[in-house]
């Protein structure tokens, strides 16, 4: 037994200062750049919110239109980079855009440049792109043509309408820029991590990104909304919550949409979430999805709360999307369009003072065994 401490996981490991997002766990805080969540989400805008994390606070008026008239005029995507999503159009959409994005490299002509200010300018554009690729994406392969991005509508609209081809009720624009707003940022988590790893390096953004998007994609990271709504459904109806949900647990499994690494109280972006996805089902006269996950909440997972194991972010958004029309396996690209600022910004402060993330591995194996050559290997 070697004597190193090692900390698996890197739990409580800081590994670095940041301005970017504070988070406390214990009582379930989160801020932006110093503003609360709660007050983001339910009063700025994400086009606000890509401002406040990339340039450090709220903009003016003139401010906040400059940044929106540059995200509108970077919407488009080459057609080459539609041409390799037509070559992909069986992977899934999170494949799709890791590589749409590692295509748009070969297209930014400041693909090698990382000072702060370059930086940030290819961050707007990749937020700006990302929709265009996820949404072209996914109408390649429904057999559709894309539809190209349409200036008059905001960011989250932009995005829906070039799913759909049909311009959104502002409702639902509403819906998706706050979940835009709550994805946009939360400091060292894995794919953050893993673009900062990707930066600390001195590669580029556009690397860092693609990291971002492959780390985010596992199930017990950004992949745990889509399985939370591949749960609901296979629940079916709120009466049958317990049995499956018992099943999981007695099993040694896990509910996807609960636990944290960080929050041991309730997540605070849950809220918003919660919210939006109760008025939403009764609203459409679907209200099952919400009891089915209210259920699980607020009886299975109670004895849960006392090991600090609360809904988390991704326990509610399936269900909107849902209720949306969109499929469960879009739920995970559109955390990563909401979150292509916050890696950005995790970028623009590795390159700012950076250091080479690498740390350490207790080697485990034999030592200094002798080499056999393979003709006298048995
Ligand atoms: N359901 C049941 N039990 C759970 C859950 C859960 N969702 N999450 C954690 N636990 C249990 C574990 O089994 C473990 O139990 P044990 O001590 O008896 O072995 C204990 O809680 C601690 O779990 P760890 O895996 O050590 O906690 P960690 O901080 O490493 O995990 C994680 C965090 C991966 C998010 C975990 O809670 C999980 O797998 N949740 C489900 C997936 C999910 O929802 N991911 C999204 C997270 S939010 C985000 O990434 C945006």
Redesign the pocket.
């Known amino acids: 037994m070697s004597d190193v401490e090692i900390r698996r996981?890197l739990r409580n490991v800081y590994i670095d200062t940041t301005e970017a997002s504070f988070v406390d766990g214990q009582v379930g805080k989160l801020l932006y750049r110093g503003y609360n969540i709660h007050d983001l989400a339910e009063k700025s805008t994400f086009e606000e919110v890509i401002y406040l994390l990339l340039y450090g606070d709220l903009p003016t008026r003139s401010q906040l239109g400059e940044l929106d008239a540059t995200l509108r005029a970077h919407r488009a995507v080459p057609d080459d980079v539609i041409q390799v999503l037509r070559l992909v159009k069986n992977s899934h959409p999170m494949d799709a855009l890791r590589t749409g994005v590692s295509a748009m490299s070969a297209f930014d002509e400041e693909v090698e440049d990382n000072s702060e200010e370059a930086t940030i300018r290819k961050g707007i554009r990749l937020t700006a792109q990302a929709p265009t690729i996820v949404a072209a994406h996914h109408r390649i392969r429904n057999g559709l043509e894309p539809v190209p991005p349409n200036s008059s509508l905001n960011h989250a609209g932009n995005f829906l309408y070039m799913l759909s081809g049909a311009e959104p009720d502002l409702e639902t624009q509403k819906l998706m820029d706050v979940d835009f707003i709550l994805h946009a940022e939360h400091s060292s988590?894995a794919s953050a991590f893993g673009a900062r790893v990707t930066a600390s390096t001195l590669s580029d953004l556009h690397s860092a990104v693609v990291t971002g998007i492959g780390v985010l994609k596992g199930?017990?990271?950004?992949g745990?909304a889509e399985e939370v709504m591949k749960m609901a459904s296979e629940i079916g109806q709120p009466e049958n919550a317990e049995d499956y949900a018992r099943n999981i647990?007695d099993n040694g499994g896990?509910?996807?949409?609960?636990?944290?690494?960080v929050y041991k109280a309730e997540d605070p972006r849950a809220r918003h979430l919660r919210e939006r996805s109760q008025t939403l089902g009764e609203t459409m006269g679907q209200p099952h999805w919400f009891q089915i996950l209210r259920y699980l909440e607020e009886k299975t997972m109670v004895p849960?709360r006392s090991?600090g194991?609360f809904v988390?972010?991704?326990f509610f958004a399936g269900s909107i999307y849902h209720l949306l029309g969109i499929p469960s396996d879009l739920f995970i690209p559109i955390f990563a369009l909401g979150r292509i600022p916050g890696w950005t910004l995790q970028c623009v402060e590795q390159y700012g003072d950076n250091i080479l993330l690498r740390p350490l591995l207790d080697y485990q194996g034999p030592m200094d065994l002798e080499y056999v050559p393979i003709e006298q290997r048995g």
């Open positions: 996981g988590n199930p017990w990271h950004g745990a647990l896990r509910i996807m949409g609960f636990g944290h690494r849960y090991r194991i988390n972010v991704d």
